[in-house]
């Protein structure tokens, strides 16, 4: 993952910045607690792949949905919640600040932000087809998740989904920030 799409995703949440309301902060707030919780997901997977199979580069992660079906799909949630896709919490969040900006008249903006979800969306693609379309020499040798590691991991996985389907009291929760803010 590099350091591209953070800086797109730190762009994303000035979006709602950028819009100057209540609607914007809160879509802010949203956005860093679901952040937040999609990177740890994808950077904790990272983590174990690597410390198994000594590798973090993208190639490493040829197979991996014939090694580890758990770690694959959880690096599924996270990058599909990076890009955007329902039903998960990125998809609602970046939903959110592009709501935010046409409501305060930045079309303009908001069209830039789908746009550049279009592109990144390439971008996390073109990682889960190694993981599930590319083959791997190392296809046999499994990769083991630590159980405390697996929980950790299931945890924020849920988390990531549960804040894209059940959308109205995580919204709330920010929407309190953002009037104790604004």
């Known amino acids: 993952m590099g350091i591209y799409p953070s800086i797109a995703h730190a762009g994303y949440a000035l979006i709602g910045f950028v819009a100057v309301s209540e609607l914007g902060i809160t879509s802010v707030i ?16 990272v983590a174990v792949f690597e410390k198994t199979s000594g590798s973090s580069e993208i190639a490493s992660f040829a197979g991996l949905s014939r090694r580890s079906p758990w770690l694959a799909m959880m690096m599924l949630v996270a990058f599909l919640s990076l890009a955007g896709m329902p039903p998960f919490g990125g998809f609602v969040i970046k939903i959110a600040v592009f709501a935010a900006a ?30 599930y379309l590319y083959r791997s020499e190392a296809e046999h040798v499994r990769v083991s998740i630590p159980q405390a590691s697996l929980l950790a991991l299931s945890v924020l996985c849920i988390g990531v989904i ?21």
């Open 30 to 45: 949203f956005y860093l607690i679901v952040y937040l919780l999609t990177n740890l997901t994808a950077f904790g997977t």
């Open 162 to 182: 549960v804040m894209g389907i059940v959308v109205a009291p995580w919204f709330d929760i920010a929407n309190l920030g953002a009037r104790a803010l604004w």
């Open 102 to 131: 046409v409501d305060r008249g930045l079309i303009g903006l908001a069209v830039i932000g789908v746009l550049n979800s279009i592109v990144g969306l390439y971008y996390y693609l073109t990682v889960l087809k190694v993981i």
